[in-house]
């Protein structure tokens, strides 16, 4: 089984920064994809960034330009770093982790952007 930790979330001004970090501990077997999604309130929730284990990144186009996708495979861990924020990047950020024989998610971590 594999467990999930979040950080990084906060209230930020908008045009402000953050960093969020999730760090993959237990079975931990090939990883294929880290991602990070975000939920706001009454809406679904959406895949933001993902990298592969090959290096390759994804971002939605609401991002694109402003969030950067990284990770430690030494450390099983990723990292979204969010600059120029937005009030519409309000919401729930989760962290995602596929390999090869499982999906797990993190219990999310909390982004408010004041504007």
């Known amino acids: 089984q594999v467990q999930l930790v979040e950080s990084g979330g906060g209230l930020v001004q908008a045009g402000g920064s953050l960093r969020l970090s999730c760090a993959a501990s237990g079975s931990i077997f090939s990883i294929e994809r880290m991602g990070w999604y975000r939920q706001a309130p009454g809406k679904q929730r959406e895949l933001v960034a993902a990298i592969t284990s090959g290096g390759s990144s994804y971002y939605a186009d609401s991002v694109k330009g402003r969030f950067t996708i990284s990770r430690d495979n030494a450390k099983n861990t990723t990292y979204l770093q969010m600059n120029s924020l937005k009030p519409e990047d309000t919401a729930r950020y989760y962290c995602?982790?596929?390999?090869?024989?499982?999906?797990?998610w993190g219990r999310g971590t909390q982004v408010t952007v004041s504007s």
């Open positions: 995602n982790i596929e390999t090869v024989v499982s999906s797990s």
